[in-house]
């Protein structure tokens, strides 16, 4: 069968802004083409106190349906009389049986939903692309290509045919790819970048310049997509060496292992089409070239819930990438909007699966006019996923479809780099060079090639190389050459260094007001054209090819900053960060904290916990202590260290990873409380030894003797000298018990605090009472300590 999208003469005009709320920004120029009209960039978003939302969040959903009209049979002719419909933008002509086709003329007309004018008759063209295995042999109908018209609400149609009749079950598909903005159909979606890739702008689009600007940084989750959706952004360079060719499968699932990665100079090749003649400088080198921006599946709102996953398959490499367009029909042109592409490939997805029964999208990547690149198939823009696009060969290939007809358009500079840039990227993954060659042998038969046929293509080749078809068009064929060339012209070795301004968290940077970009590439600057620093999709400054750094403002918030390099032959490359712009000082969510800790204690040394008790809007980054000792700490909860009795004066102050800080101060006095400041109650005999705290100390063996201390403070700390014969003692805090704690220890500590509390600032009484324990009742007390 044969398949190209045709774009019809009645295409819509209307040019359709981005949809639901995705910021949309300038694309900056990339291709030395004019760059399109530009709308204004969304509003920075601002922060106070609080994190800011993503810049650049992702596109609405948009819903696509197919609706069907049965054709009229009679003999070898059918028809349609002109009718209203609901309204679509793509339509085709399928039937029961996936194995026929028509042979004869098939004819639509339809009615603009923007003018109300009817077209002209267009006819429609046999599918000349095809999937392989499994999925060829899952189809169930059969259709055509189908045909854009752009928005439409009347359709007509007529088939003239041949020999002995039509086949059976013959009906107009038309699908409706939704509306990005508002139910007038197209709508602009965000580009994601290579992964790891941070969230997505959505660029603008001038709707006349075929010749687009490098599309606006996404840096995921990326995406894209996010992705989505997010982290730098950086491509994915070529390996050092060659990859093992893989072989194509043949129908019943075996492999063939003569594919070879053979490089070969041209010769004569059976009067066979090939595109290896007008390669004039092979090389086997791969090009580290970075995978480009893209739009992903969600960014164009892919239908995942149509999806047949399970029939989507991926080889262990891409040998050769091929190219196509997306119609050939001699009566189209190139005149859809560039704001209705993702409508376009919406349309094609949904009729490669609900009218044709592809597993999903039959082309791994599609380019609009504008030079944007847009995720087809799914699986992974940088995975060997097998497409259904060259019957035969399929498994071990790359598809990428530019949306139009380039048998009567002209290339541009634009799509061209945009191509050669996938096609370094991609076969440069394998260890492979778009320029070098390759011997290929058919394991299945196609309309060109028999099992067993060999034919030598450059790994970057036309779908007319493998297949009897006219795609890519005579005008895009032609110029495989020089895309060819120009993937050999990368910007090679992009990668950021350390942002200065600031401090890193978490793996975003976070700075007050500028950022000081730096990075290192190994392109020379002489192939550079200069670098473009985009904030959130917008180009916010450019320095020339020969600079390494470059200054940006920021407000308040979360940015997707980006640098992007622009070589001078219009390929580029980008690499990226998350930077928080945040001019907040940290705060306190309470009064700086002192408190008493467990441990021995002297008449110099007391063991203290310090809880700064900072907070940040974003990132508190840590401490830094002046007094009453010089300390730095980290973003910690507590401190503990050891101070002199007696008054001081803490000093704390709170930084945030973007260098913004708050001081605050407490007054705190650690009082050391003699055991003969406590009221006794018993027997309690004094004993002296330097060991003790002030060299004496009270001790008690009887039951129910007690010692009672009244002060003012807000931190209690009990000492006791413990030993072997040490027993227990119970705890009372303004005359309520709150512990026993048994004193015994296997070796002599002096001065140990065995028990402290927080308490609210007051006046208190701590007690204890002695337990009389059986065979080691002695309690010997060393005093209170207490924070007043």
């Not at 592409?341 to 997805?349: D, E, F, G, L």
């Not at 780099?417 to 070098?436: D, E, H, M």
């Not at 705890?731 to 296997?746: A, C, F, P, Q, R």
């Amino acid at each position: 069968m044969r398949r190209k999208l045709a774009i019809g003469i009645g295409t819509a005009t209307a040019v359709l802004a981005a949809g639901g709320g995705v910021a949309a920004l300038t694309w900056p120029s990339g291709s030395g083409a004019a760059a399109p009209a530009a709308v204004p960039a969304a509003e920075p978003v601002t922060v106070t106190g609080t994190l800011a939302p993503d810049p650049n969040p992702a596109p609405p959903r948009v819903k696509t349906t197919l609706r069907s009209v049965d054709l009229t049979v009679s003999g070898t002719k059918a028809d349609l009389p002109q009718r209203t419909t609901k309204r679509f933008s793509l339509l085709g002509v399928t039937w029961n049986d996936g194995r026929s086709a028509p042979d004869g003329t098939l004819e639509v007309r339809t009615r603009s939903v923007a003018t109300g004018e009817w077209s002209g008759w267009q006819a429609l063209q046999l599918r000349d692309d095809a999937p392989d295995g499994a999925e060829a042999a899952d189809l169930g109908r059969g259709a055509t290509a189908p045909l854009w018209v752009g928005p439409s609400d009347g359709v007509a149609a007529r088939i003239a045919g041949k020999g002995s009749g039509l086949p059976a079950g013959l009906r107009i598909d038309m699908i409706d790819p939704g509306s990005d903005s508002g139910g007038k159909g197209g709508g602009e979606p965000a580009p994601r970048a290579s992964a790891p890739a941070p969230e997505s702008p959505a660029p603008t689009l001038s709707t006349e310049a075929p010749a687009p600007a490098e599309p606006s940084e996404e840096p995921t989750e990326p995406v894209v997509e996010e992705p989505v959706p997010g982290e730098p952004v950086t491509g994915t360079p070529a390996p050092a060496g060659p990859a093992v060719e893989e072989t194509e499968p043949a129908e019943d699932g075996s492999k063939v292992d003569d594919l070879t990665d053979e490089v070969v100079t041209p010769a004569a090749e059976s009067g066979k089409d090939s595109a290896k003649a007008s390669i004039t400088a092979a090389t086997t080198v791969p090009v580290a070239a970075q995978f480009p921006t893209y739009y992903s599946r969600a960014a164009w709102s892919a239908d995942e819930t149509i999806v047949k996953r399970d029939q989507i398959v991926e080889a262990s490499s891409v040998q050769v990438v091929w190219l196509h367009h997306t119609a050939h029909a001699a009566n189209t042109a190139n005149d859809y909007q560039c704001s209705e592409a993702p409508a376009i490939v919406r349309s094609i997805q949904a009729w490669d699966i609900k009218g044709d029964g592809y597993s999903d999208i039959g082309y791994n990547y599609l380019v609009d006019k504008c030079g944007r690149l847009y995720e087809g198939r799914v699986g992974g823009v940088e995975k060997a996923i097998v497409p259904a696009a060259v019957k035969g060969f399929n498994t071990g290939y790359a598809s990428i479809a530019v949306i139009g007809n380039y048998e009567t358009a002209a290339s541009t500079a634009a799509v061209e780099t945009i191509v050669a840039q996938v096609a370094a990227a991609r076969l440069g993954k394998y260890g492979f060079n778009p320029t070098s060659m390759v011997t290929l042998k058919a394991s299945i038969a196609n309309d060109k090639f028999k099992p067993g046929d060999t034919f030598t293509v450059a790994r970057l080749a036309g779908h007319k190389d493998a297949d009897a078809t006219l795609c890519p068009g005579v005008n895009l064929y032609a110029r495989l050459p020089e895309i060819r060339a120009k993937s050999q012209q990368m910007v090679t070795g992009l990668s950021m260094k350390p942002v200065t301004g600031g401090g890193l968290a978490a793996g975003a940077y976070h700075v007050k007001k500028s950022a000081t970009l730096n990075w290192a590439v190994g392109t020379a600057s002489a192939e550079i054209a200069g670098f473009d620093i985009l904030v959130d999709g917008a180009v916010a400054a450019t320095v020339a090819g020969d600079k390494r750094t470059a200054t940006v403002a920021l407000t308040a918030g979360r940015h997707n900053v980006t640098v992007l390099a622009r070589h001078i032959a219009g390929s580029t490359a980008r690499v990226g960060v998350v930077i928080y712009g945040d001019v907040t000082a940290p705060t306190y969510a309470k009064v700086v904290g002192l408190s008493l800790r467990t441990g021995t204690y002297s008449a110099t040394v007391v063991p203290v916990r310090l809880t700064p008790n900072g907070a940040d809007n974003l990132k508190l980054a840590g401490y830094q202590v002046s007094r009453p000792k010089p300390a730095t700490l980290g973003p910690v909860s507590s401190w503990a260290t050891t101070v002199k009795p007696g008054a001081n004066v803490w000093t704390v102050t709170a930084k945030d990873v973007a260098g913004n800080t708050r001081a605050a101060s407490i007054t705190r006095k650690v009082v050391l409380s003699p055991e003969t400041a406590a009221k006794k109650t018993g027997t309690w005999t004094k004993k002296t030894h330097t060991a003790y705290l002030g060299g004496k100390s009270l001790t008690a063996s009887a039951k129910n003797a007690k010692l009672t201390w009244a002060f003012t403070g807000r931190s209690a700390s009990l000492l006791f000298s413990r030993v072997a014969k040490s027993g227990k003692v119970a705890i009372y805090v303004d005359g309520k018990k709150v512990t026993t704690i048994d004193l015994k220890s296997t070796k002599t500590l002096n001065r140990q605090a065995v028990w402290t509390r927080d308490l609210a600032y007051g006046k208190h009484t701590v007690a204890i009472v002695v337990q009389g324990t059986s065979g080691r009742p002695a309690v010997v007390s060393d005093g209170l300590a207490y924070i007043k």
